[in-house]
């Protein structure tokens, strides 16, 4: 099956300063989405890209998806307190979207 | 958007023993999912709960040992068999929400299972 391979495994920021995670497959996706999972919690649903290229925006976060459909990233620029959490990408397989492959994802930890 | 529960939100558990997770939604859904989150690690999907007949599971995970029931669009449940420690995870639900294209994904809070 497909596989989604995400780094970095962690990352330590000051808080201001910006935060990328990347998701990477040796296979072409259908689509990629993103979720946020706080320390404690289950994961949520950021968003989901479906085009070749496209490039989506929710306030401080900016999301890409690779014109091969290979990739993906997410950015947060001048990260805050409340953005700590594990990021996750992840791909569907088949006709569901909610059957997902998760990549490892990147804890993200933020000093104030 | 659809709100999602899960019964019992955490339980203690001594190995060779079962256990039954309870899934409900507020609303019908066509497609509902399990996966297990193992401790410091990402999700893993375990089965997709089909309404009115068998679930269909992944690759590693077997009926036997994970049977899933989806008596209607709004519930399932998951029961973890013969639970060793290596059971011990977060196990969460699924539900794909078809409202409006590109479709999105809800989880339910989980159901954290430690096995002694």
């Known amino acids: 099956g497909q596989q989604v391979m995400q780094i970095p495994q962690y990352q330590h920021v000051q808080e201001g300063e910006d935060f990328t995670t990347y998701c990477n497959s040796s296979?072409?996706?259908?689509?990629i989405q993103w979720y946020k999972q706080r320390p404690g919690g289950h994961p949520v649903f950021l968003i989901q890209?479906?085009?070749?290229?496209e490039v989506k925006k929710q306030k401080r976060l900016t999301f890409q998806f690779g014109e091969a459909k290979k990739n993906s990233s997410l950015h947060i620029t001048a990260t805050q307190t409340t953005d700590v959490g594990t990021y996750f990408c992840?791909?569907?397989?088949?006709?569901?979207?909610?059957?997902?492959?998760f990549g490892q994802g990147t804890i993200l930890t933020v000093h104030p | 958007s659809a709100v999602i529960s899960q019964k019992p939100s955490r339980d203690i558990c001594q190995r060779g023993t079962s256990l039954t997770i309870q899934c409900q939604v507020d609303?019908?859904?066509?497609?509902m999912f399990w996966y297990r989150q193992q401790p410091g690690q990402s999700l893993t999907l375990i089965a997709t709960?089909?309404?009115?007949?068998?679930?269909?599971?992944e690759s590693g995970f077997v009926i036997d040992k994970f049977p899933i029931s989806r008596p209607n669009l709004t519930f399932s449940t998951l029961t973890v068999s013969n639970m060793s420690p290596e059971d011990s995870s977060i196990y969460l639900c699924?539900?794909?929400?078809?409202?409006?294209?590109?479709?999105?994904?809800?989880f339910g809070p989980g159901t954290r299972l430690t096995v002694t």
């Open positions: 296979t072409t996706l259908s689509n």
């Open positions: 890209l479906v085009k070749s290229g």
């Open positions: 709960a089909n309404q009115g007949s068998e679930a269909t599971y």
């Open positions: 609303s019908q859904v066509t497609m």
């Open positions: 699924s539900v794909e929400t078809r409202d409006s294209f590109p479709y999105e994904q809800y």
């Open positions: 992840a791909s569907a397989g088949g006709t569901s979207y909610g059957k997902l492959t």
